[in-house]
């Protein structure tokens, strides 16, 4: 039984998830066509989070205990050390996955001969409420691989919503480990930016699938939805220790020197607002002199109150489905969602605990 190796390792961080675990955990043991193991990580949760793991029913999921709260990316690498599979998948303890969707990005990945695969995510609001695909898929469609340059153009923070960097990746295990890839665990937001980026710098093959197989639930106060000032100073340092540790071919070099002076324009902007928050109009006016283009992005707080309030004037939440784009000059595009098929039902099967 030890001598056994599943297709799929999924790899499932957990801190205080009790809510929505069972949901993650269900999904995987959904999936059609592939063997796996469903690897939890507790890190340190003072909820239920651990007796939903260590008590499943199903011999395939597993629980690996944290000693101590290190945070997403710590307990990620101590589920890539437990791991067994060919392919390792990192699913997020509030999301749920298609049940056809291992299958589907196995397929594609062996027959582009990658090593890496991603596809389209589906969002979710609140706890049911589909508003499209985050990405379109006939953009996915024109983008058979993913590079190293359209990566780290896609990930630059105020141009649009969301980017790559919110892409689940799925690995295969031999590569990660020929080359000794672990999640950064002195980043607590970005960590799976550094990750993608290192494996696509060492030559990593990544295959894109067009269509949604990853359900992505949006929640208030979502760590990976609020930005502080500490997080792009680390995101900063992360990037430079990147930018000195791989080769870098002209395109990917002049993507990572406009991601450089994007994250140094965040940091300007959040140090900004701190100072006008703080009534400290001398230091606002340095950042500002220091970093003119930090002052646009002052509009983005105003125009989001304002379409929240449009919203609640008209009696519908519809400006609130899928915020619109926000652009580096603060303008705005409108969204358009692309509806997937119904979520699916993972039913209550020998596999599942929704009974």
């Known amino acids: 039984m030890t001598d056994f190796i599943p297709d799929v390792s999924f790899v499932i961080a957990a801190y205080n998830a009790e809510d929505t675990l069972e949901r993650a955990i269900d999904s995987a043991l959904a999936q059609g066509a592939v063997s796996m193991e469903v690897i939890v990580v507790d890190d340190c949760s003072t909820d239920s989070t651990p007796m939903i793991a ?109 980017n790559f960097g919110y892409m689940k990746p799925v690995f295969e295990r031999a590569f990660l480990e020929k080359h000794h890839l672990r999640f950064d665990e002195s980043l607590r937001i970005g960590e799976d930016y550094i990750f993608l980026a290192s494996a696509l710098a060492i030559g990593g093959v990544c295959a894109v699938e067009p269509t949604a197989g990853y359900l992505y639930y949006i929640r208030e106060g979502s760590i990976s939805r609020v930005l502080k000032r500490q997080d792009v100073e680390a995101m900063i340092a992360a990037d430079r220790k990147f ?37 400290a109009l001398p230091n606002a006016l340095k950042i500002a002199c220091r970093n003119p283009r930090a002052v646009r992005h002052l509009r983005m707080p105003i125009a989001a109150r304002l379409r929240r309030l449009a919203a609640a004037l008209s009696g519908s939440g519809e400006a609130s489905v899928l915020p619109a784009t926000v652009l580096p000059a603060g303008g705005e595009v ?6 997937s098929p119904s979520l699916p039902s993972l039913g209550a099967g020998p596999h599942s605990n929704k009974g």
């Open 243 to 279: 930018f000195a540790e791989h080769p870098f071919g002209a395109a990917a070099l002049a993507a990572q020197r406009r991601r450089t002076r994007n994250l140094k324009e965040t940091l300007s902007f959040l140090m900004l607002v701190e100072s006008i928050k703080d009534g």
């Open 54 to 162: 260590g008590n499943h029913t199903d011999p395939r999921v597993r629980l690996v205990a944290m000693p101590r709260n290190g945070g997403p990316a710590a307990a990620r690498n101590a589920g890539l050390d437990a791991a067994r599979g060919r392919w390792v998948a990192v699913l997020d303890s509030d999301d749920a996955l298609r049940p056809d969707r291992m299958a589907r990005l196995i397929a594609r990945a062996e027959k582009a001969e990658a090593q890496i695969v991603v596809d389209n995510l589906d969002i979710i609001r609140g706890q049911d409420e589909a508003a499209g695909t985050m990405f379109p898929e006939t953009v996915l469609a024109r983008l058979p691989v993913l590079t190293l340059a359209k990566f780290i153009m896609s990930n630059m923070i105020f141009r649009s919503e969301h």
């Open 334 to 339: 409108a969204a358009t969602p692309q509806i």
